[in-house]
T-cell receptor, first 114, second 114 residues
């Protein structure tokens, strides 16, 4: 059973461009979570999705950021018109249904905005 | 709101000595608590969880954690530290009063000195 797959691992974008980060959850996992980590800082929750539904987007910036988890295919975190402050590591996690389950994390996408 | 606190930014311990990484929680209802470890430039790896039952939970790599309801704590422990245990450790709680997203502490950097 492959783990959570994130791609790309590293992404460089110029200011004003769009960044698309992809996350394929583990097989059988229907819940996906996105987190952002700045250097030497903790994990900040961004969004929680189930297939075709956004469950909790309380951590998403109001502008430029969006996320989806379609019926088919990976979850996508999209950042439009990137700015230098968007540079960070973005981690995706997935979990199966059930409240007592742990989440499994991908290796992250390191976004650098130049 | 559910939250966890990790009061120490860094813990230093000599190899072979016991280690403790502290975590306190604030929840309404029953807590679902987790510990994760992060090595440099990697995603988070699950170590152990407390859902219900015995207050002493055993996990991966010789780690264990003690759930203490009266002190609202969930400290991570290991009887004998290894240099390879040096990493960033995160405590997390599942938001059982809301949408069940995972909420992480700020992390504690563990340094095991040879």
């Amino acid at each position: 059973n492959a783990g959570v797959m994130q791609n790309p691992r590293h992404l460089v974008r110029r200011r004003g461009q769009e960044a698309r980060l992809r996350c394929s959850p583990m097989k059988g996992h229907s819940h996906v979570y996105w987190y952002r980590q700045l250097p030497e800082e903790g994990l900040k929750f961004m969004v929680y999705l189930q297939k075709e539904n956004i469950i909790d987007e309380s951590g998403m910036p109001k502008e430029r950021f969006s996320a989806e988890f379609p019926k088919e295919g990976p979850s996508i975190l999209r950042i439009q018109q990137v700015v230098r402050g968007d540079s960070a590591a973005y981690f995706c996690a997935s979990s199966p249904p059930g409240f007592s389950t742990e989440a499994f994390f991908g290796q992250g996408t390191r976004l650098t905005v130049v | 709101a559910q939250s966890v606190a990790q009061p120490e930014d860094q813990v230093n311990v000599a190899e072979g000595n016991p280690l403790t990484v502290k975590c306190t929680y604030s929840v309404s209802g029953n807590p679902y608590l987790f510990w994760y470890v992060q090595y440099p430039n990697r995603g988070l790896q699950f170590l152990l969880k407390y859902i219900t039952g015995d207050n002493l939970v055993k996990g991966s790599y010789g780690f264990e954690a003690e759930f203490n309801k009266s002190q609202t704590s969930f400290h991570l422990k290991k009887p004998s530290a290894l240099v390879s245990d040096s990493a960033l450790y995160f405590c997390a709680v599942r938001d059982a009063s809301g949408t069940y997203k995972y909420i992480f502490g700020t992390g504690t950097r563990l340094k095991v000195l040879a």
